[in-house]
Nanobody, 115 residues
C-alpha cells in the first residue's frame, strides 16, 4: 500500500522560509519521479515543482522559480520542498504525489503566509 506523508507546514511571515518533507512507503521510491502541487482556498490544485528519479532534472512553476527548491533523498525515501522568500499568495495546502498511473497523493500540509 502506497503512503505519502507530508510535514513541515505552518504559519510564517512574508519573506520567511519553510521546508516541507514528504516521506514515502510502499513503492520503489528511487525509481519514480515526484511532484509537489498546491491548492489555495477556492482555487484549482496547481503544479509547483517536479524532480526526476535521480535528481538530474528539476522543473518549477514560474510563480515559484528562484524561490522554491525541490530535492530528494532516495535512501530516506523522502522528497523535500525548500520554500524561501514566501509570499501571502503562497498560502495553500501543499501535496506531494508520484508520477505514476494512478497518481498517489499525500494528505497535504497547510502553509499559511501572513503579510
Amino acid at each position: 500500500q502506497v503512503q505519502l506523508v507530508e510535514s513541515g507546514g505552518g504559519l510564517v511571515q512574508a519573506g520567511g522560509s519553510l521546508r516541507l518533507s514528504c516521506s514515502a512507503s510502499g513503492l520503489a521510491f528511487s525509481t519514480h519521479n515526484m511532484d509537489w502541487f498546491r491548492q489555495a482556498p477556492g482555487k484549482e490544485r496547481e503544479f509547483v515543482a517536479t524532480i526526476n528519479w535521480n535528481s538530474a532534472i528539476k522543473n518549477y512553476a514560474d510563480s515559484v522559480k528562484g524561490r522554491f527548491f525541490i530535492s530528494r533523498d532516495n535512501a530516506q525515501k523522502t522528497v523535500y520542498l525548500q520554500m524561501n522568500s514566501l509570499k501571502p499568495e503562497d498560502t495553500a495546502v501543499y501535496y506531494c504525489c508520484t508520477q505514476t498511473v494512478p497518481k498517489y497523493w499525500g494528505q497535504g500540509t497547510q502553509v499559511t503566509v501572513s503579510s
